[in-house]
Each structure stands twice: as structure tokens, then as C-alpha cells.
């Protein structure tokens, strides 16, 4: 671990298994001091995407996996931490395209930042949402669609929370959530509060075992965005193309970031079964309808964004959607969601409540 703190001190990139193993070490045996200044040095030196790749994987080789028969599988979490408090676009858009036959493994988490995280709505709804890793596999065999919580599959990630509060700014840890899916997606939409995360991130998972991705930041959400443009990073095995989406390339009018404006959870609760069985229309369903039909687009199930979009549209017009949310909420076997998982979740999606910049989170709203 020392070395790897001498090194990023003096500026030194580290390579993917330096990272791995850096990661490893964090999780295993490092002391708070040590983590603090391994974190604090790669936010000094910043992050490449060979270093986050192998952060990720040390997060993936600790974390409970699961590994569904389901393929493609695809993942909507994103980091949150954008800058804005909207419904939860991709919480939503994950059951659309569950419903357009798209198979679901949704890692997300409780919000800290925002009003209104995954774990918080989905709560609210009425599904079990700290299922336990047997559990969750069944549950996306079975019903297409999963909900993994974080502290329940990354119970390692409780090493990182003492030198993460005392830091208080953001580390390389913001970014993991999205990049370390416990089922092993084949695909994902991953939004980023940062544009510059855009490029990273994606060059990122092109180093890691994903087949198919869309990293997206739309002008200031870490959503595919409907107010003004998203910057786009499409991987394709170890290939990243980079280009901008506008509303009209999807086939979707703009508009003003105040449409899409969310509330409490039990709000969006309402906002989600509203939109899923086509009775609210406008911005907000249209935004789900985006994101959705990116899900449906890298599961290779359209041909084009524009086409994934039509797609999403129809699974709420034939009632699949709809028919996704109340099998989403049929009981599943539960874990234990205690106050000290909820604060263990933290370490590895959401931001500490001391910081004085909201970090990102993992929420994937």
C-alpha cells in the first residue's frame, strides 16, 4: 500500500492490476490512515480510467455476486450527484424496459443528496428491496427484473467510510457504484454527474466485462436529458465513440428541466405508477421514455436510440410496464436492511452528510 501512495503522490499513474491490488488491500487490511491518503492521492494526481477500471474490479472480486442465466442483463445506475432533483428517471426507465422484455439488474441505493433515491421509491412502492444475493438471482430468472442494495452486495465497501467522511470530498469511490453491477451486466446506461466522466467512465467499462454501454451526462443531469443536450460515450467491446444526442434525435420534444422536477419519495412513488400505466404523459414520461430506450438500444433489442425509444413507448401502451411494476412488487425472501447497512451503503454509492459538497451517489434516481 505504501508504494502505491509514494507513487500517485509523485504523479505516477498506476496500472490496472496496481489498482486492483490497491483496492484489494483497502478492503482487506489497510488502515484508515493509509486509505485516506491512497484516495486522497488519486484525487490529487486524478483518476485515469485504467486506475478506476482496477478500482472496479477490486470492488467487484470483494463484492456477493450473483450470476443469472438472463442474457443480455443491463443495469440503469448511474452515480447521481447531478444538479438537479428530479423524478427517478432511470428507476423508472429500468422497469419500461423490463417491460419492453428486457432482462433488469438494477444496483442501486438510498439517497443522501437528494430527496429521492432508487432504494427510496422503490420502498415506497412496495418492494423488497434488501433481498438477499440468492434471492435477487431467482427474482430476475423468474420476473425479468432485480433490485440489488448495495450495502447487501458490497458489505467490503464498510472499510471506506471512516476515511471517506474525514476527507470529505469526492474520491475515486463516486464513480463505482455504476461499474461494479453484482449480476455481471452485459450491458449498461451509465449516467455521470461530470461531463468530463463521460470519456473515463466509458473507457472504463471498455476495460472491464461489459459487452454493450451508454455513458451519458445531458447538460447537468446524469440522465439522457431532454432540456438541452447529452454528451454520449457508446462502448462496443473495447471501442468508445463519442457524440451528442438532442430531443429531436430521439424522436421526443424539449423540455424545460422543470418538467421532469421530482419531490418526496413518496411523490415520485406516485410520479412512477402514474407514468408506467400511461396516465402521465409530458416531460416526465418522455424523459423515462429516453433513458428506457438507451436500456433497450445496448440490450440490442433496437437498432437505433430513436427505435429504442418507440419501443419503450409500446411497453407502456400494451401494459408491460405497467404488469413489470406490480411483478416487481410480488414478496421476495428479504435480507436484513439495517440502519448499519444503510450507512454501509453510503461507503460505496452515496455521499457522507458531513461533506460540504454533495458527493455522488449511486442512486440511480
Not at 430468472?141 to 471506506?160: D, N, Q, S, T, Y
Amino acid at each position: 500500500m505504501q508504494a502505491h501512495i509514494e507513487a500517485l503522490t509523485d504523479g505516477t499513474d498506476l496500472s490496472f492490476e496496481e489498482a486492483e491490488t490497491a483496492a484489494n488491500r483497502v478492503f482487506e487490511e489497510a488502515t484508515d490512515a493509509q486509505i485516506g491518503a491512497l484516495l486522497a492521492a488519486l484525487r490529487a494526481k486524478g483518476e485515469t480510467e485504467t486506475e478506476i477500471a482496477g478500482f472496479a474490479a477490486g470492488m467487484r472480486g470483494a463484492a456477493r455476486t450473483i450470476t443469472p442465466e438472463r442474457r443480455p442483463l443491463v443495469d440503469t445506475c448511474g452515480t447521481g450527484g447531478d444538479a438537479y432533483d428530479t423524478i427517478n428517471v432511470s428507476t423508472t426507465a429500468a422497469i419500461v424496459a423490463a417491460g419492453a422484455g428486457v432482462a433488469i439488474a438494477k444496483h442501486g441505493n438510498y439517497s443522501v443528496s437528494s430527496s429521492s433515491g432508487s432504494a427510496d421509491v422503490l420502498e415506497e412502492l412496495g418492494v423488497t428491496i434488501d433481498a438477499q444475493p440468492p434471492a435477487v438471482e431467482r427474482t430476475i430468472e423468474e420476473r425479468g427484473i432485480g433490485f440489488m442494495l448495495a450495502p447487501v452486495f458490497h458489505p467490503a465497501m464498510k472499510a471506506v467510510i471512516g476515511p471517506r467522511k474525514e476527507l470529505g470530498m469526492r474520491t475515486v469511490f463516486n464513480v463505482l457504484g455504476p461499474l461494479t453491477n453484482p449480476a455481471g451486466a452485459d450491458a449498461q446506461v451509465v449516467g455521470v454527474y461530470d461531463p468530463e466522466l463521460v470519456p473515463v467512465c466509458a473507457r472504463a467499462l471498455a476495460q472491464l466485462d461489459v459487452s454493450r454501454a451508454l455513458v451519458v451526462h445531458g447538460s447537468g443531469m446524469d440522465e439522457i436529458a431532454l432540456h438541452d443536450r447529452t454528451t454520449v460515450a457508446e462502448v462496443d467491446g473495447e471501442t468508445v465513440e463519442e457524440y451528442t444526442v438532442e430531443p429531436a434525435d430521439l424522436g421526443l420534444d424539449r423540455y424545460p428541466i422543470e418538467a421532469v422536477a421530482g419531490g418526496t419519495p413518496a411523490e415520485n412513488a406516485a410520479d412512477i405508477e402514474g407514468i408506467v400505466a400511461g396516465e402521465i404523459g409530458g416531460g416526465k414520461r418522455d424523459i423515462v421514455l429516453a433513458n428506457a430506450g438507451a436500456a433497450v438500444y445496448v440490450a440490442g433489442r433496437a437498432d437505433s436510440l430513436e427505435a429504442g425509444v418507440e419501443r419503450a413507448g409500446e411497453a407502456i401502451e400494451d401494459g408491460g410496464a405497467a404488469e413489470t411494476l406490480e411483478t416487481l412488487r410480488e414478496p421476495v425472501e428479504s435480507g436484513s436492511g439495517s440502519e448499519a447497512e444503510r450507512e454501509a451503503t453510503n461507503s460505496s454509492t452515496d455521499s457522507s452528510e458531513t461533506e460540504p459538497e454533495a458527493e455522488a451517489e449511486a442512486e440511480a434516481r
